[in-house]
C-alpha cells in the first residue's frame, strides 16, 4: 500500500532554508493525510504538522508555524516540508508519516498509532 521515501536533509546555518520530499511508491490520494515529525537525541518524537490530502489543507505545531510549509503535488505523488528561518532547535531526524483516516492534531499528537513511514532524514542548524 504505502511506500514513504524522505529525502532533502542536510546540514544549513541557523537562518538558513531547506526543502524535504517525502515521495509515495503509488498515489497520495490512498491517504487521508501525510503528517511531518522530528525526533532529536534524547527526546521523543513529535508533531510538526501534517497537510489533508484531499483539500490541501495544513496544520503546524506552534515552534514551526511561520516558518514551514507543508504542500503537496499529487501528480508527482510527493509531500513537501518547506523550512524557512531555521533555528538551531529544529535539529532533528526528520519522518513523514501516513494517516489513513485522521488530520490535524489527532494525528500529530498520537504518532505511535501511525503504521506508515519514511526512513527519515537528518537536518542540522549550526554556525
Known amino acids: 500500500q504505502a511506500q514513504l521515501v524522505e529525502s532533502g536533509g542536510g546540514s544549513v546555518q541557523p537562518g538558513g532554508s531547506l526543502r524535504l520530499s517525502c515521495a509515495a511508491s503509488g498515489s497520495i490520494l490512498d491517504y487521508y493525510a501525510i503528517g511531518w515529525f522530528r525526533q532529536a537525541p534524547g527526546k521523543e518524537r513529535e508533531g510538526v504538522g501534517c497537510?489533508?490530502?484531499?483539500?490541501?489543507?495544513?496544520y503546524y505545531a506552534d515552534s514551526v508555524k511561520g516558518r514551514f510549509t507543508i504542500s503537496r503535488d499529487n501528480a508527482r505523488n510527493t509531500v513537501y516540508l518547506q523550512m524557512n528561518s531555521l533555528k538551531p532547535e529544529d535539529t532533528a531526524v526528520y519522518y513523514c508519516?501516513?494517516?489513513?483516516?485522521?488530520?490535524?492534531?489527532?494525528?500529530?499528537?498520537?504518532?505511535?498509532?501511525?503504521?506508515?513511514w519514511g526512513q527519515g532524514t537528518q537536518v542540522t542548524v549550526s554556525s
Open positions: 508519516a501516513a494517516d489513513l483516516a485522521r488530520t490535524g492534531w489527532a494525528m500529530l499528537l498520537s504518532p505511535t498509532q501511525l503504521g506508515y
Open positions: 497537510i489533508t490530502v484531499r483539500d490541501g489543507s495544513t
